[in-house]
């Protein structure tokens, strides 16, 4: 089975600008949850969905929005693009939104905002 | 506040050796823990996890992890370092309150050979 998957890759920006990262989970899996990695230090939560509602929300500021689609897919947006934004955007997906659940995560978007 | 610390940024190990890399953690409530490994360029595997029972827990690739309540520790562990366990270790914990994990800043293992 394919396991959690992200795209772009890689993206480029410059400041102010808007960006959508998108992500699928495994096949089954209803939740999905979105981390920012900035390097050296560890995974920050930004956002967990499950069946297509807002379950939690870390402290990121409004430029931060994402939604999960009826298919379970979900999509990461941020507006106005800082500096400090650059980071390895992490997506993880699990079966349901408790807590004793194994999130799985994809490889990550690397975006450089200049 | 719920939090995580990781209290070594490195931990070097030789090949052979057993190996710790060390998880304290501040819950209110009952803790869900959970270790993760990053090899570069990589998204976060998953080696174990602590949700209740047993205070040993055993994962992944020969780790495993020891639950300690009464010092609020989840220390990762290995009878013995391969080469190939070189990686970004996190240890991360679930806040109950606000359906997230918190996560540890890391420890980098060097297993030298």
């Known amino acids: 089975d394919a396991g959690v998957t992200q795209s772009p890759t890689h993206l480029i920006k410059t400041r102010g600008q808007q960006v959508t990262l998108r992500c699928s989970p495994i096949?089954?899996?209803?939740?999905v949850s979105w981390y920012q990695q900035v390097l050296g230090q560890g995974p920050q939560f930004i956002f967990q969905?499950?069946?297509?509602?807002?379950?939690g929300r870390g402290n990121f500021p409004d430029r931060f929005s994402a939604r999960q689609f009826p298919n379970y897919s979900s999509e990461l947006n941020v507006n106005a693009l800082l500096l400090g934004d650059s980071a390895l955007y992490l997506c993880?997906?699990?079966?349901?939104?408790?807590?004793?659940?194994?999130?799985?995560f994809g490889p990550g978007t690397r975006l450089t905002v200049l | 506040a719920q939090s995580v610390a990781q209290p070594e940024d490195q931990v070097n190990v030789a090949e052979g050796n057993p190996l710790t890399v060390k998880c304290t953690y501040s819950?209110?409530?009952?803790?869900?823990l959970f270790w993760y490994v990053q090899y570069p360029n990589r998204g976060l595997q998953f080696l174990l996890k602590y949700i209740t029972g047993d205070n040993l827990v055993k994962g992944s690739y020969g780790f495993e992890a020891e639950f300690n309540k009464s010092q609020t520790s989840f220390h990762l562990k290995k009878p013995s370092a391969l080469v190939s366990d070189s990686a970004l270790y996190f240890c991360?914990?679930?806040?109950?309150?606000?359906?997230?994990?918190?996560f540890g800043a890391g420890t980098r293992l060097f297993v030298k050979a």
């Open positions: 819950v209110s409530g009952n803790p869900y």
């Open positions: 096949s089954g899996h209803k939740s």
């Open positions: 991360a914990v679930y806040n109950t309150g606000g359906f997230k994990t918190i």
């Open positions: 969905y499950y069946e297509k509602e807002e379950r």
């Open positions: 993880a997906s699990s079966l349901r939104d408790g807590s004793t659940d194994t999130q799985y």
